[in-house]
């Protein structure tokens, strides 16, 4: 009987600990806000969903590849295939469920038409960021790259840069933060968000056909858990489409349709 009894109860403890738990990474603004809205949506799904806090766009992945995140929601899927590809992970997009449109700030100028020749631009550093930021320059004719659907594009890849900007990659994080000392800035809209910009303050920016969509994310071998296909339901539910458009007014924009394209103009 003792024996028995032993054997029992490890797989009692395994199954009482699995429980009703989703920890889910996400940085501040929109993903955890996003994520906070849905928390008691899903409590009646008997979910607790547990928000794990990230300030940058590495750390959220690492947790997730590692087994401390269940799931993440704060990436596009380009940038998610490029840490599968760097790093080894063996992590998926599930659904995209909204757009952080990257932007072009300045502090300098007023118009667009009046950054001068050799100005500096900062673009986010992250790989993926660092090409959609030459991607959309290219959208607005402020350089011209060899293969604008190349989402792995860089400088070298510019064949015409008319007024001989020059770039410099910073964290992207730290962009509104550096904005007074470069010509002008690209930034992502949950960054500028945080720093008290709007996206109305931008020259120009993505829209809601762009393909870096943010997308809920999670490992291959846990795609199928019951209390992450809730999550995902619910994230692409009505609700929390019109919390996004009601709390941000355009600076975040829902997903609409998972197969869109990029087209930024």
């Known amino acids: 009987m003792?024996?028995?009894?032993?054997?029992?109860l490890p797989i009692l403890i395994v199954t009482v600990s699995f429980g009703g738990d989703l920890k889910v990474g996400a940085t501040p603004v929109p993903a955890a806000e996003i994520l906070?809205?849905?928390?008691?949506?899903?409590?009646?799904?008997?979910?607790n969903l547990i928000i794990q806090n990230f300030t940058d766009y590495v750390t959220p992945d690492i947790s997730l590849n590692e087994g401390s995140s269940d799931a993440n929601l704060y990436q596009h899927k380009p940038f998610l295939e490029k840490m599968n590809k760097d790093r080894g992970f063996h992590l998926i997009a599930l659904d995209p469920i909204y757009v952080v449109p990257l932007g072009f700030y300045s502090k300098k100028y007023k118009n667009l038409a009046d950054i001068k020749k050799g100005a500096t631009i900062a673009l986010p550093n992250d790989p993926t960021n660092y090409s959609r930021a030459l991607i959309l320059l290219n959208d607005f004719n402020l350089i011209k790259l060899k293969d604008p659907s190349n989402t792995d594009s860089t400088e070298f890849d510019i064949i015409d840069n008319p007024k001989k900007f020059k770039f410099k990659q910073v964290e992207a994080a730290m962009l509104p933060k550096i904005l007074d000392g470069v010509d002008a800035a690209i930034i992502n809209a949950n960054y500028a968000l945080q720093a008290g910009f709007s996206l109305k303050q931008a020259f120009f920016h993505?829209?809601?056909k762009s393909i870096y969509m943010n997308v809920l994310a999670s490992r291959r071998d846990n795609q199928n858990n019951p209390d992450i296909q809730k999550l995902k339901k619910v994230l692409l539910s009505p609700e929390i489409k019109k919390f996004i458009l009601n709390k941000y007014k355009g600076e975040i924009l829902p997903a609409q349709n998972p197969s869109q394209t990029r087209k930024n103009k």
């Open 36 to 47: 906070q809205f849905a928390k008691p949506i899903l409590s009646k799904e008997g979910v």
């Open 2 to 8: 003792k024996l028995r009894n032993a054997l029992i």
């Open 206 to 208: 993505e829209n809601d």
